[in-house]
């Protein structure tokens, strides 16, 4: 698939224009069901004046393993304002083999013994780097490590980085590129709220730090998330920067004339979750003498047609699903949120509504609630009884109770999303 990608990408991509000049690079995702929006980076690009544009490239990631969606990606992003660089246009046959054959590679790794104080962990580290189940991003992350390392054997000059940062092999191997072929360039990682306690790709660890896989400077998109960043390296240089994806936030509106009957779902990356999700909704309220009408909002990378046929019953009349990919114009009509583990949590919470977060009955939960945030703006649960308890509380709240979720969710706005402007696009860009 890599290689029919880089031969389309060879007849249909216009070879990009460099001037001698310092550019920007901004690691990104890209997707043809996103082809009109930035659902990454928001209003970043609306938002810079027309010398700021000149020198930033987005370097995207697709997000669509097929050909035809690559090509009409690939079609739609040259016909966009936007300057994108797909690392097709710098890679090679060879590159993709080198990354290919890495699956083969790592079994002549020596892996010694380890432990963590009393506990012998040596067969799980093992099992981590022999049996990589992750294929995708391993392959992809080193052939981002090759695009960066053809990039430097050109005359094209990068002043500053910037990783959209999850701490994946993605992330890794882009920071590690650019501190080895791109020794006087700056780099930043970006991170957008994520913080669930047991998602510990994306906090930075001392060792990441020294073997420079992950830099030493970070941004944020509002000033209360710079403590979570700082949890394993106290010491890590952490700016806070506009909230590019969030600043519907900011926008505002009339007094929401709104059915208070009206929840929204917002469903997971995981078809198992989305599943057991809705069945337990379904089975709460398929029956239930209230009115309640449920919106599904599906996650990009998943069909509502997959959630539908792998349901263990109908979907009943007040189910339903969505044509509407914007998440503000449907949290803005809806007076509650459910869903697993989400960032959205945080979004709603900051416009007053609550949230219920519903509790993983596999394993562990990525809870995305902030430890400082009041408790009667949210709840967790993981049966019928506490859902069906929590979603009629929320439901009949009081005008008094209404107001003080409001101002709340005023001083939550403030304080985890930034809101764009000048001085800030260029604490970014510094």
Same mark, same amino acid.
């Given at each position: 698939?890599?290689?029919?990608?880089?031969?389309c990408?060879?007849? +249909?991509?216009?070879?990009?224009s460099?001037q001698n !000049?310092?550019?920007? #690079?901004?690691?990104?995702?890209?997707s043809?069901?996103?082809?009109d929006?930035?659902?990454?980076?928001?209003?970043?690009?609306d *938002?810079?004046?027309a010398?700021q544009k000149?020198?930033?490239? #987005?370097?995207p990631t697709?997000?669509d393993?097929?050909i035809?969606?690559?090509l009409k990606t690939?079609v739609?992003?040259?016909n966009?304002?936007?300057?994108?660089?797909?690392k097709?246009? +710098?890679?090679?046959?060879k590159?993709i083999?080198?990354?290919y054959?890495?699956k083969?590679?790592?079994?002549?790794?020596?892996i010694g013994?380890?432990?963590?104080?009393?506990?012998?962990?040596?067969?799980?580290?093992k099992?981590?780097m022999?049996?990589?189940?992750?294929?995708?991003?391993? +392959?992809?992350a080193?052939?981002?490590y090759?695009f960066?390392k053809?990039?430097s054997?050109t005359?094209?000059?990068?002043?500053l980085?910037?990783?959209?940062?999850?701490?994946?092999?993605?992330d890794?191997?882009?920071n590690l590129?650019?501190?080895?072929? #791109?020794q006087? @360039?700056?780099r930043?990682?970006y991170?957008t709220f994520?913080?669930?306690p047991?998602y510990?790709? @994306?906090y930075?660890?001392p $060792?990441?730090?020294?073997s420079k896989?992950?830099?030493?400077?970070?941004?944020? /998109?509002g000033?209360? =998330?710079?403590? #979570?960043?700082?949890?394993? =390296?106290?010491?890590?240089?952490?700016?806070?920067?506009?909230?590019?994806?969030n /600043?519907y936030?900011?926008?505002?509106?009339?007094s929401?004339?709104v059915?208070n009957?009206?929840?929204?779902?917002? +469903?997971?990356?995981?078809?198992?979750?989305?599943?057991?999700?809705l069945?337990?909704?379904?089975?709460s309220f398929?029956l239930s003498e209230?009115?309640y /009408?449920f919106?599904? !909002?599906t996650h990009? @990378?998943?069909?509502?047609e997959?959630?539908a046929?792998?349901?263990? $019953?109908k979907?009943p009349?007040n189910f339903?699903?969505?044509?509407e990919?914007?998440f503000?114009k449907?949290?803005?009509?809806?007076?509650?949120?459910i869903t697993?583990a989400?960032s959205v =949590?945080?979004?709603?919470?900051a416009l007053?509504?609550p949230?219920?977060v519903?509790q993983?009955?596999?394993?562990?939960t990525?809870?995305?609630?902030?430890?400082?945030i009041? /408790?009667?703006?949210y709840?967790r =649960?993981?049966?019928s009884k506490t859902?069906?308890? *929590?979603?009629?509380?929320? @439901?009949?709240?009081s005008?008094s109770?209404i107001?003080?979720?409001?101002?709340?969710?005023n001083?939550i706005?403030?304080?985890y999303f930034?809101?764009? $402007?000048s001085?800030?696009i260029f604490r970014f860009?510094?």
């Open positions: 698939i890599r290689i029919f990608r880089l031969i990408s060879r007849i +249909f991509l216009k070879k990009t460099f !000049k310092e550019y920007i #690079f901004i690691d990104t995702f890209i043809y069901d996103y082809k929006e930035d659902r990454w980076y928001g209003l970043f690009w *938002s810079l004046n010398e000149e020198e930033i490239f #987005f370097v697709s997000v393993h097929g035809l969606k690559y690939l739609s992003a040259q966009s304002e936007k300057k994108v660089l797909f097709e246009e +710098f890679l090679y046959i590159d083999f080198y990354a054959l890495h083969f590679r790592r079994h002549h790794l020596n013994e380890s432990s963590l104080r009393y506990i012998d962990t040596s067969k799980l580290v099992e981590s022999l049996e990589n189940r992750d294929v995708y991003s391993t +392959f992809e080193f052939l981002t090759a960066i053809n990039i054997e005359d094209i000059k990068v002043k980085s910037i990783d959209w940062f999850e701490g994946h092999p993605i890794k191997m882009w590129g650019f501190y080895r072929f #791109f006087n @360039t700056s930043l990682a991170e994520r913080s669930f047991y510990l790709s @994306t930075p660890i $060792t990441e730090i020294s896989v992950v830099p030493n400077d970070f941004a944020v /998109q000033k209360a =998330c710079k403590r #979570f960043l700082k949890e394993f =390296c106290p010491n890590l240089n952490v700016k806070s920067v506009p909230a590019f994806k /600043q936030l900011w926008h505002e509106t009339d929401n004339d059915n009957l009206n929840i929204l779902v917002a +469903f997971p990356i995981s078809i198992t979750a989305n599943v057991e999700i069945d337990l909704l379904i089975s398929s209230i009115n /009408q919106i599904l !909002k990009p @990378t998943i069909s509502a997959k959630i046929s792998n349901l263990s $019953t979907l009349d339903v699903f969505s044509s990919r914007s503000s449907l949290i803005r009509a809806s007076s509650l949120l697993e989400s =949590c945080l979004e709603s919470l007053g509504i949230v219920i519903m993983s009955s596999r394993g562990l990525y809870d995305p609630i902030p430890d400082d009041p /408790q009667n703006l709840r =649960c993981n049966s859902l069906k308890e *929590s979603v009629y509380h929320f @439901t009949h709240l005008e109770e107001y003080r979720n409001n101002e709340l969710g001083e706005r403030a304080n930034e809101p764009i $402007t001085e800030g860009l510094k």
